[in-house]
């Protein structure tokens, strides 16, 4: 100790300090410290409360149900007994959801790409700027331009489908309409396109014009550079791209409502009228629901929440599997 | 496996701004030339002309002529892909793709150009690492991120992915200037053994490097601000550094530069 310097004593101090001693204790820095928790906890709060009122109102209609609420494909809480079950929701919300997204990522990804990659200067401002502007138009906007312009002519491209695909089954069954699953999908699919575009295109700006003019000095075309360097250091905003698209079409509710055709239980053709998701559903009896039926309702959009929050866990497993190399 | 640069009238522009102005100069095959020079003179814009990266940059043109052996990198049928896979490049930064493994950087240009097959692939692999002496620090390691080495491995690697290919000239552009002393040692004795496979052009900041490293040195310079950079002279390294033509390579190699 003796030995031991006053500058090394203090550069040993700082070393055992760890960073959230860093405060200097001044007034403002303990304001500003109160100020960013207290919020913190603030919002917790609401969310809890939020998540305990949902709950308290869902768990008198659970014990009123007669059927089982997780296989059962009807829903009649409104009857005595009551009798719901929240399985042909499930399937319809994700079944159109992920169709939406199916079609809508890989279309926005490559507008994306064109806008980034392909089109002169002035073209890719101009571009970018107007699909900011859609991505911040209300997805229902588009949502009913696809129920008055794009259903009429769904039952043609379904029948098309069915003619062609109709050996899956996912594709098959007689008498195909225009009010079915896909045909949700494919609204939905446009309603998320414009966000899911405008996320590519902010990742695809991210990306170094080091990793590029490396792929470019090495030899590789355009489409090679962008393989190369920019899809895999985009990877993981484009995964977060397509599920915040997958998560929207999830919870979007107008457009789908009048698109389907209530029809009940859960039908695996998905090109044949009827389903009917969480959204949707809601959307359609909250008004002339009973104590019951709403308590039932909300426990169905608690469900909804569990499935979109299992969906981000999914997509930030995915993400993070690779992290070593992002 | 090299081959003579022989360039004549060169000029590149950025938009308006014209950068360098009627450069030419011929480069030896297995030979390493310098370019020295201060900030701003071109020396960059120019080793970028020679493998027609210049042009990516938009609204950047050349005009003038680069002469890889008989072949004109400016002729109207040349394909400036191709030309870049015969002229490789080293940047500044080291730049690995931050995406994949070592393994998978130094074989990205193999697969550009249909190279095929895992044996062949790891032939080259770890004879370019091998050349870029860098296998045997990361042999252990070939699938781990090439953004996890060093500084200076990285641009080990860098040269590794360049060579890979089997270039006919090597482009480096201030290879040594982000990285520590014993790294830039590294990359200079690297550049010594290099220079027996490939013609080699390198960008420095460092005369010492220059003396070090190179055979021929060019030397660039500017009239002043907003004025195009021009070449100088060119000479035998030796010649540059103890006896230059001209007063103003004289002045910049001894210090009383501006
Ligand atoms: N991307 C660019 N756009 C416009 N001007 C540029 C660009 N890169 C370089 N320049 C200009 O070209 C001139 C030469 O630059 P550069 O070749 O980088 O010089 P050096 O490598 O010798 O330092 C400078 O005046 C610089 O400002
Ligand atoms: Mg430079």
Redesign the pocket.
Known sequence: MTSETGVQAQARAAERRPMRDLGTGRFGDKLFEWAARGSGLLVLGIMAAIAIFLIWKAIPALRANEANFFTAETWDPNATPPKFGIAQLAFGTVMSSLIAMLIATPVAIGIALFISFYSSRKVASGLGYVVDLLAAVPSIVYGLWGVSVLVPHMEGISKAINAVLGWIPLFGGDGVGKASIFTAGVVLAIMILPIISSISREVFLQVPRANVEAALALGATRWETIRLAVLPYGRSGMIGAAMLGLGRAMGETIAVALVLTFVPGINIHILQDGGATFASNIANSFSEASETGRGALIASGLVLFVITLLINMAARAVVARRKEFV | MAKRIEVSGLHAY??G?H??EDISMTVEPRSVTA?I????????????TLNRMHEV?P??RVEGKVMLDEEDLYGPSVDPVAVRRTVGMVFQRPNPFPTMSIYDNVAAGLKLNGVRGKARLDEIVEESLQGANLWNEVKDRLGKPGAGLSGGQQQRLCIARAIAVRPQVLLM??PCSALDPISTLAIEDLIGKLKNQFTIVI?THNMQQAARVSDKTAF?N?AGT?AP?RLIEIDDTSKIFTNPEQKATEDYITGRFG
């Open positions: 950025y938009g701004v950068a360098i370019f020079g201060p900030s701003g003179c071109g020396k960059s814009t120019f080793l970028r940059i609204g950047a552009d201030e960008v660039f500017i907003g950079g």
